[in-house]
């Protein structure tokens, strides 16, 4: 009898063994993910709320991504030649175009991003009498935002010159720029919505971004359901912040 039960138990372990190498040799190996630099989501390749959540990923479906964490455009152009499987942030517009090349957008969406548009407090602007001024936002946006006419690659470097005067508004994520304007302690400027976008990852042409789809579609079903994308997302499940 207690020979029966051992051979019951090593037969259990072994399905379950296979099970699980059979699950993880099915998602993409060795995939390579492009993050874009930004305050709060990628600081460097070991920090950011987008790292954390492919690392996440990664341990729910073992595999092993490497990460890296380049400048906004320099993100985006590396994965669009083939150095990265995916880019990723980058809000949905169609058509999606950045770099003169028309997007593919992975499936899954990463998370909403609350758009601000940043101006001086006595000039009183709104989103519709934008027309005809400088309007800044990061130079990889320039043509998904349409009011944004002028590229930047540095958000503070957009806000300094907000509070100069030499743009007339700042138009990005509220997160990471709320952020770089607390630091910079600007109190005269005025926040309002410009838009609420789907956030997902550029892919790669071809295999390499297709790998990268499957690979982002199934890691963020698993972290929903373990309660992992809750918790790493939290400060991103928010809409809009009056202050």
């Known amino acids: 009898m207690a020979f029966r039960k051992v051979q019951t138990l090593i037969g259990m372990a072994i399905f379950l063994f296979f099970v699980t190498a059979r699950s993880q040799a099915s998602e993409p190996q060795n995939l390579v993910i492009s993050i874009a630099e930004l305050p709060v989501l990628a600081e460097n390749k070991n920090k950011g709320i987008l790292v954390e959540l492919i690392q996440a990923m990664d341990k729910a479906l073992g595999t092993s991504t490497t990460i890296k964490v380049l400048p906004f455009r320099r993100s985006i152009k590396t994965a669009l030649a083939g150095g990265a499987n995916a880019h990723l942030p980058f809000i949905v517009v169609k058509p999606a175009k950045s770099e003169g090349q028309f997007l593919k957008y992975s499936k899954a969406k990463m998370f909403d991003v609350a758009f601000v548009m940043y101006a001086l407090k006595d000039r009183n602007l709104s989103k519709g009498v934008l027309s005809g001024l400088k309007v800044e936002t990061l130079q990889a946006h320039v043509d ?6 002028f590229g930047s690659n540095c958000i503070v470097c957009s806000l300094k010159r907000l509070q100069s005067r030499r743009i007339d508004a700042f138009i990005f994520a509220q997160k990471e720029t709320d952020q770089e304007l607390k630091k910079l302690g600007y109190l005269n400027v005025r926040r309002s919505l410009y ?3 789907d ?3 550029v892919l790669a042409p071809g295999k390499a971004g297709e790998d990268a789809d499957q690979f982002l579609t199934n ?9 992992e994308y809750k918790r790493i997302m939290a400060p991103f499940l928010d809409s809009f912040v009056e202050w």
Do not use: D
Request: charged fraction near 15%; charge should be positive.
């Open 144 to 149: 998904v935002i349409p009011h944004a006419v």
């Open 199 to 201: 956030v997902r990852a």
């Open 219 to 227: 890691g963020i079903e698993a972290l929903k359901a373990n309660g």
């Open 195 to 197: 838009n609420i976008y």
